[in-house]
């Protein structure tokens, strides 16, 4: 059923490509409800995606990463959480970007999520969308199409830490050392939705967001990024835990809440769960 989004996250998709093309990355005065400071297109691209979204009769509420509170209303099945831009910090260097949505039946909880998607803006336009299925599809040449997806290898050779190195722990630094040691090649950019592409496509690694001293809770938000990407590295045959639990059995007590988050292979998400016992 979440398949019914897809329609909207393709006309999504190609009107955002425009927004980023069209509109320049100067700051607003204003902040989002998790204090960061607002791109003119973050607030566009948040707009558009509302309007969208509420166009849909089997949508009963919506969520943005951008907004303090959820929209809900009478009619409908389906609730929307949503990172309408992902990565504001890196447009102004030109890099790639993203909007992530997660799909829930009945309530913003992870165990309710039946569907998760993410748009991404770089040289090809993208969009990957898991439900029972996994699907990636490519604009090209004026028409989408779905493109090859493989799952996730046992184990890879990417390695994207996330965070402030100076304000890891020693054993995080120890765990991301061991990966370096190993071979793993760095790739990180700064926005979630590349660097956890790039681990997709390429077959597998790690991507993590450790809690540190200046982020106790860690940064990524749970709602509409970790959740959303949980669900799909799991049907991509990888996994992704807080450390020591499954980020998709974690509760929510505050829709903006964050939490440390790994994604990976199933070979790196045991390596940190080791280093986390
Ligand atoms: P911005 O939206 O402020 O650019 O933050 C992007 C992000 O939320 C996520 O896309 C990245 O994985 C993460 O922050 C990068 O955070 P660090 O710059 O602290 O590594």
């Known amino acids: 059923m979440s398949e019914s989004f897809i329609p909207t996250l393709q006309k999504c998709a190609l009107q955002i490509q425009e927004l980023l093309k069209a509109t320049p990355t100067h700051y607003l005065d204003s902040t989002n409800a998790s204090g960061d400071q607002q791109l003119g297109v973050d607030v566009k691209a948040d707009c558009l995606i509302e309007k969208e979204l509420l166009d849909l009769e089997f949508v009963c509420g919506i969520c943005s990463e951008e907004k303090s509170e959820a929209i809900l ?45 993410y748009i991404i803006y770089g040289p090809r336009l993208e ?77 597998g690694g790690l991507f993590s967001y450790p809690q540190t001293s200046d982020s106790p809770k860690g940064k990524l938000r749970k709602l509409f990024e970790v959740f959303p990407f949980a669900f799909i590295y799991e049907k991509a045959g990888g996994a992704a835990i807080d450390g020591k639990r499954r980020l998709l059995e974690l509760e929510i007590q505050s829709l903006h809440e964050s939490t440390p988050c790994f994604f990976g292979s199933v070979s790196e998400i045991q390596k940190v769960k080791e280093s986390y016992e």
């Open 127 to 203: 969009i990957v969308f898991a439900s029972t299925t996994l699907i990636r599809y490519t604009y090209h040449r004026g028409k989408w199409e779905q493109a090859p997806l493989s799952m996730l290898q046992k184990k890879g050779k990417i390695n994207a830490p996330g965070g402030t190195q100076k304000h890891w722990s020693p054993s995080h630094k120890k765990l991301i050392d061991s990966l370096f040691d190993e071979g793993y090649r760095l790739r990180y950019s700064g926005g979630m939705v590349p660097d956890l592409h790039h681990i997709l496509i390429k077959g």
């Open 73 to 117: 209303r009478d009619q409908g099945t389906f609730l929307v959480a949503y990172d309408p831009l992902d990565g504001s910090s890196i447009i102004d260097a030109n890099l790639s970007v993203g909007s992530i949505f997660g799909f829930y039946a009945g309530a913003f909880a992870a165990d309710k999520l039946i569907g998760a998607a």
